[in-house]
């Protein structure tokens, strides 16, 4: 356990150094996406696909950049190290992209309007762009809205739950009625009752959050050792202090857990309140572009909803890293 | 036997900083399940000004209740405890305990758990020239900007005694504060223990189950009964510092403390 905590916490680079590299390993790389560039471009296709060229001509070009940049990559600094540690997943992303554009585009194994092949993927990003962007936009803001008036909420709720025996006797019994329902239970309801779509879906997103964060920042509070209270009283702490000093602080590490689990709970409300209420975003893209049959205007939504989802949790986990840096054997994301 | 432990070695100088102490009748219970447990059982006491005065007695005697009730964390069922003729109704940082457990706030650096009473009593001017003070009193001066999982226990444990020393308190409670250090650190804590309070001159209450310790450190050991505690024996240490433990008096009070203590020597 404390091993696999050792090896989570190093450094990707120092790991990259720690392992025995193959000579080999740039020039591989570099092989599979000069055989990807070359498939897509010289084999004959089955369909009609205007970016194949374009999609060859990156290949290409990744391709011709690896061996210099490989064998360089000792004097490149972090990017360098960087390109070293991820040089292996480089190779296998080649060949599964190879594979998909066999599969697809060229010998159509897959059913063709349901599964396009990269290239057609790669159109959809190059040219539908600014719709796909506005989505990004119009999520972010309906998701923020609601994640943070949520996080807030239960944040505070939580920390007078775990503080307060008179709070908790009338907050507990509600929480336990109303918490476990999914936010998403609410949805008919939460659309009649709001005056607009978008009230509706922060509403059902900041319930999402709002109870994990409140659960658990009650449980992080009440959970706080009793002694650091009496280190503080005797130190002559006022109950204020006790409370954003003392069990604040130290119910943190399950705060922030609660933001995360929140944050999960938030991203699943998000896409289904966008789908059937609000006319804007990921999930409405998603819906429309299936209405469409435009299946790769689909599969490019949920590339950027994936990309979107991750870079949200990798922000928390940083937040919590420099907030929680005096913890020891955190988990890495 | 209680007035000749007021007299001091002429190398002591004046202590005038520590307060007196005085406990009268105090009766206290724990509530276990609805039944009361009695812990102390009409205790009296009196501590003169500056002076250091061990409790030993069996575990689970209520010594360390004692000192809770003192630093006024919970108010005693019945009886008196005045600190300098003013009754206590609650914790002061004048008073001050030092746990078993060092308890630092993990969160915060050294020297920011040091602060911490000069924090919460909202003292703003050189809070951080105030702690380092207290830090360098204990010999932890380069370890300021460590978080607490850093340090040793004996380390940990002087930071806990710097977090009190920073408020200048006029009466320290010591509450088995070396009880679980290995037994090297032990002996260079007490040695540190005894110098601070020479320096700062403080009312030194210290709760301990080591019947060595109390003698190479206080100058009047009190041996309290088994639950509810009572006082059995209030013996006067008359030997000048820095003692030694093979000193024949020493042993002599040792066996004698022991005998009362109900063990074999």
């Known amino acids: 356990m404390a091993g696999l905590t050792a090896l989570a916490s190093a450094p990707p680079h120092a790991a990259a150094r720690r392992l025995p590299r193959p000579p080999l390993r740039g020039p591989a790389a570099a092989a599979a996406w000069l055989l990807l560039a070359g498939a897509t471009y010289a084999l004959p296709e089955d369909g009609d696909f205007p970016y194949t060229a374009a999609f060859a001509a990156g290949a290409l070009g990744l391709g011709l950049a690896l061996p210099p940049a490989s064998a360089f990559s000792g004097h490149l600094g972090r990017a360098g190290a960087a390109l070293a540690h991820w040089t292996p997943w480089l190779t296998l992303a080649a060949l599964a992209l190879l594979a998909w554009e066999l599969v697809t585009a060229k010998f159509a194994l897959l059913p063709m309007p349901f599964f396009p092949p990269p290239q057609a993927i790669l159109e959809v990003f190059w040219e539908d762009w600014p719709k796909l962007g506005g989505s990004i936009l119009a999520s972010l803001k309906l998701l923020a809205g609601g994640y943070l008036i949520g996080a807030g909420l239960g944040f505070g709720l939580g920390v007078a739950i775990g503080w307060s025996k008179a709070v908790g006797y009338w907050a507990h019994p509600v929480l336990r009625f109303v918490g476990p329902l999914p936010a998403t239970a609410w949805l008919p309801l939460a659309f009649f009752v709001f005056p607009s779509s978008w009230s509706a879906s922060t509403f059902l997103i900041a319930l999402a959050t709002g109870f994990p964060v409140t659960v658990l920042t009650w449980s992080g509070v009440a959970g706080v050792n009793k002694a650091y209270f009496d280190v503080a009283r005797t130190l002559g702490a006022s109950p204020g202090f006790l409370i954003l000093r003392v069990a604040v602080p130290a119910a943190l590490p399950h705060v922030f857990v609660g933001l995360f689990m929140g944050l999960g709970g938030s991203f699943a409300v998000l896409v289904v309140a966008e789908m059937l209420g609000v006319k804007s975003g990921l999930g409405w893209y998603l819906q429309w572009a299936q209405g469409w049959a435009a299946y790769a205007n689909m599969y490019a939504a949920l590339i950027v909803m994936a990309l979107m989802c991750s870079g949200l949790i990798t922000l928390l986990f940083r937040l919590r890293d420099r907030v929680l840096s005096w913890q020891k054997g955190l988990v890495q994301w | ?265």
Request: proline share 8%; hydrophobic share 45%; net charge neutral.
């Open chain 2, 1 to 265: 036997m209680v007035a000749a432990t007021l007299e001091r070695p002429a190398a002591t100088p004046p202590r005038t900083a520590g307060s007196r102490l005085s406990v009268e009748a105090v009766s206290h219970a724990f509530d276990i399940r609805g039944a009361a447990l009695p812990v102390l059982d009409r205790l009296s006491l009196d501590v003169a000004p500056g002076d250091f005065v061990a409790l030993l007695g069996p575990s689970g005697c209520g010594k360390s209740t004692l000192l809770r009730l003192v630093a006024g964390l919970e108010p005693p069922d019945a009886g008196r405890i005045t600190v300098d003729g003013t009754r206590v109704t609650g914790p002061d940082p004048s008073r001050l305990l030092v746990f078993q457990d060092p308890t630092l706030y993990p969160w915060r650096t050294v020297r920011g758990n040091v602060a911490l009473g000069l924090e919460a009593r909202g003292v703003r001017g050189e809070r951080t020239a105030r702690a380092d003070a207290a830090l360098r009193l204990v010999g932890l001066e380069g370890f300021a900007d460590v978080f607490p999982h850093q340090l040793s226990g004996g380390m940990a444990q002087r930071a806990a005694l710097a977090r009190a020393l920073v408020n200048e308190p006029r009466l320290l409670l010591l509450d088995e504060p070396l009880g679980k250090l290995d037994a090297l650190t032990r002996l260079a804590l007490q040695a540190e223990i005894l110098r601070l309070w020479q320096e700062t001159r403080f009312t030194a209450l210290l709760v301990t189950h080591d019947v060595e310790e109390a003698l190479v450190l206080a100058r009047r050991v009190i041996v309290l009964s088994d639950r509810p505690a009572a006082i059995r024996a209030d013996i006067g240490v008359e030997r000048p510092y820095p003692r030694h433990r093979d000193d024949p008096e020493l042993i002599r009070l040792r066996r004698e403390i022991l005998g009362i203590l109900g063990q074999p020597t």
